[in-house]
């Protein structure tokens, strides 16, 4: 019999990564391939083509993880030594209601989570599955995310508990909204998730979202609509549909961008002279891009194991 090789005494232990199995009841929930398929011809060559552009960069700002497992040793001049192993989480589950149908939003979750390493990732939604947005579906798609579900609040919560129950380091995103807010603050379920391995991350919402324009034609509100949804933005300069004699002037714009945004959308000329309050400023050839600060943290997508102890002297000659 195949036996792996003796670990130093030294190193620390390989974290737990063990395949997550989709319970054989959600099944039913799942998209199927004709959704799919219809979703994506609904949706038109040139939305899809947004939609490609958009998943692009979002491959270039989360590249693929390079390795499936990290080792990282460190030696203190105090004499303390420090060893770690990484590795990916073994499943991901996106939780999301209508507040995410954006694909600016659900992609900023999504591709991160895709690019991890994470052996499966699920996208949940609440809601009929009849009520599965077109743009929502082909998005996953095009991102090759194809396990998509819709389900209620108690199934929701019926899966959480499966996740908590298992044993395993799981990642569950979720918009911090109402709906799903009650739905994990569900007595018996906050209880048995507290106690799990699971970690839940809770991602809020942009609400202050700003677009500045200098001519009419800029920022045409059919792709505002399809990458964000029913998100609101507060506008400043030339608005869409009105002819303007002359761009307007600097002055106003300066009092519009150091307002307080999540999100200020401007023309590309003026991304790297604007003075701005805005937490995330996208040029309108990069429009539709958002990043969820709550994933930044290098802890999110792994599991790490660490050893301490001390530099072992080398041997004297």
């Given at each position: 019999m195949e036996t792996s090789p003796?670990?130093?005494?030294?190193?620390?232990?390989v974290p737990v990564s063990r395949p997550w199995t989709l319970p054989s009841w959600l099944l039913p929930s799942l998209a199927p391939d004709a959704r799919f398929a219809?979703?994506?011809?609904?949706?038109?060559a040139e939305r899809r083509a947004l939609l490609k552009g958009l998943i692009a960069d979002?491959?270039?700002?989360?590249?693929?993880?390079?390795?499936?497992?990290?080792?990282?040793?460190?030696?203190?001049?105090?004499?303390?030594?420090?060893?770690s192993v990484s590795t990916p989480r073994p499943f991901v589950l996106l939780l999301t209601d209508a507040s995410l149908d954006a694909p600016a939003l659900l992609l900023a979750a999504l591709m991160p989570a895709l690019s991890s390493g994470a052996a499966d990732v699920l996208v949940l939604r609440l809601g009929a599955r009849s009520g599965l947005p077109d743009v929502l579906l082909t998005a996953c798609e095009l991102a090759g995310q194809e396990r998509v579900a819709a389900v209620s609040p108690a199934l929701a919560a019926r899966l959480l508990l499966d996740c908590a129950g298992s044993g395993q380091p799981g990642l569950v995103l979720y918009p911090d909204t109402p709906s799903l807010r009650r739905l994990v603050q569900r007595p018996g379920l906050r209880a048995a998730l507290d106690a799990s391995d699971l970690r839940l991350l809770p991602?809020?919402?942009?609400?202050?979202?700003?677009?500045?324009r200098d001519a009419a034609g800029q920022f045409e509100p059919g792709r505002l609509g399809l990458l964000y949804g029913e998100h609101g933005f507060a506008t400043g300069g030339v608005q869409p549909g009105r002819r303007s004699r002359k761009a307007p002037d600097d002055t106003a714009f300066a009092a519009f961008a150091v307002q307080p945004h999540d999100l200020l959308l401007v023309p590309d000329a003026?991304?790297?002279?604007c003075q701005t309050a805005a937490r995330l400023v996208v040029g309108e050839s990069r429009l539709g891009l958002w990043t969820w600060p709550e994933l930044s943290a290098p802890d999110v997508f792994?599991?790490?194991?660490?050893?301490?102890?001390s530099v072992t002297a080398p041997a004297l000659l």
């Open positions: 003796p670990r130093p005494a030294d190193s620390p232990p219809r979703a994506y011809e609904a949706l038109g979002h491959f270039a700002l989360s590249p693929p993880a390079a390795a499936l497992r990290t080792r990282c040793t460190r030696e203190q001049v105090s004499g303390l030594s420090c060893r991602l809020k919402p942009p609400r202050a979202l700003g677009l500045w003026r991304c790297n002279t792994v599991v790490t194991c660490q050893t301490f102890s």
